[in-house]
């Protein structure tokens, strides 16, 4: 049992020995019928697959399959198969919401040639053949964004590593390693370690923008708890995915406790807390089951007692609440 919902947090290791949850306290601060806008790695996106049944899709968004495009002549991320565009640091996180809120436009020709093809920097595996095309799938995407950012009520975000390329040209980060699934950035970036301050200011940034827009919102956070397929750091691959993790857990720590209208949600630690049996087989992405429990654990202390907990209680739940 990765999770339980509290009426308080475990307060000893003895009690936590001795059924291996995490307690996720209850805060109800979230209506059956608010909208989510969604933004992270995978693990965000397995977080949205159980959204979508508890709430229903339309009120988990950005819906990115709404976006329309050429197989022919241009690819975007996995879509239409997966309705879910991966997006790593924080630094990326930012981007986005700059570019929903018109602060940032990246240039009509910003973009990497590989292959033939015109590869967006600053977007996962988003390719054109042409400028015309390009200029097009952005567009289509921009709009996808912005259009679940006005719908939001609350947002969740994901954030999972620290290790960060920029793009030497804009001096914008680069959604993904260099060479990723074949793709450009080798001879286009730069690699950087971002620091605790760094990701501090970043994601505080992130939470200000969207307070000055939406100031009801509530944001959730968390760390994913899929570790870093690789390393360029130099370091021993476990030594530097803590690294990452660690500085995003205490920087998510630090914003939550100075931001009122943002909550953490333990995720993270109830994946470690689940032992082996919370991992495929890959030994790096979470068990569906385990992502459900973790989700509808979320879903039953964030959600008003008379809509969700009695609706969708958390798989695994105790009798009555701690």
């Known amino acids: ?110 973009y990497w040639h590989v292959d033939g093809k015109l590869q967006c920097p600053y977007r996962r595996l988003v390719f054109a053949d042409t400028p015309e095309i390009f200029a097009d799938i952005t567009a289509k995407l921009d709009t996808a964004f912005r259009a679940g950012f006005a719908a939001a009520d609350h947002f969740v975000f994901t954030f999972g590593m620290t290790e960060v390329f920029v793009n030497r040209a804009s001096g914008r980060a680069a959604n993904q390693k260099p060479g990723y699934f074949k793709a450009g950035g080798a001879e286009e970036t730069t690699y950087r370690s971002t620091t605790f301050a760094d990701n501090h200011s970043t994601i505080t940034r992130i939470v200000d923008l969207i307070t000055a827009q939406k100031p009801e919102a509530k944001i959730f956070v968390t760390v994913s708890p899929v570790p870093l397929a690789r390393t360029f750091s130099g370091d021993d691959i476990v030594v530097a ?3 990452s993790k660690a500085t995003l857990r205490a920087v998510l720590a630090e914003v939550a406790e100075t931001r009122p209208n943002v909550i953490y949600f333990p995720s993270y630690e109830a994946v470690l807390a689940s032992g082996d049996g919370a991992w495929m087989p890959d030994g790096r992405h979470i068990r569906r089951a385990v992502v459900e429990n973790i989700t509808r654990a979320f879903v039953a202390s964030a959600f008003y007692p008379d809509e969700s907990a009695e609706a969708v209680p958390a798989e695994g739940t105790r009798e009555g609440l701690a």
């Not at 001795?18 to 109800?28: E, G, H, I, L, Y």
């Not at 019928?33 to 977080?47: P, Q, R």
């Not at 309705?83 to 018109?102: C, D, F, K, P």
């Open 241 to 243: 995915n803590t690294r």
């Open 1 to 110: 049992m990765a999770a339980r919902v509290a009426r308080k947090p475990t307060s000893t290791w003895h009690r936590f020995i001795a059924d291996r949850s995490v307690s996720f306290v209850q805060n109800p601060v979230v209506r059956r019928s608010d909208h989510f806008f969604l933004m992270g790695s995978c693990f965000a996106e397995e977080i949205r697959i159980v959204l979508n049944r508890v709430l229903g899709a339309a009120q988990v968004g950005p819906d990115m399959a709404s976006v329309i495009f050429d197989p022919a002549v241009s690819s975007i991320d996995e879509l239409p198969e997966r309705n879910h565009m991966n997006t790593y640091n924080a630094y990326s996180v930012l981007q986005e919401i700059e570019r929903i809120l018109g602060l940032w436009t990246p240039a009509p020709d910003d």
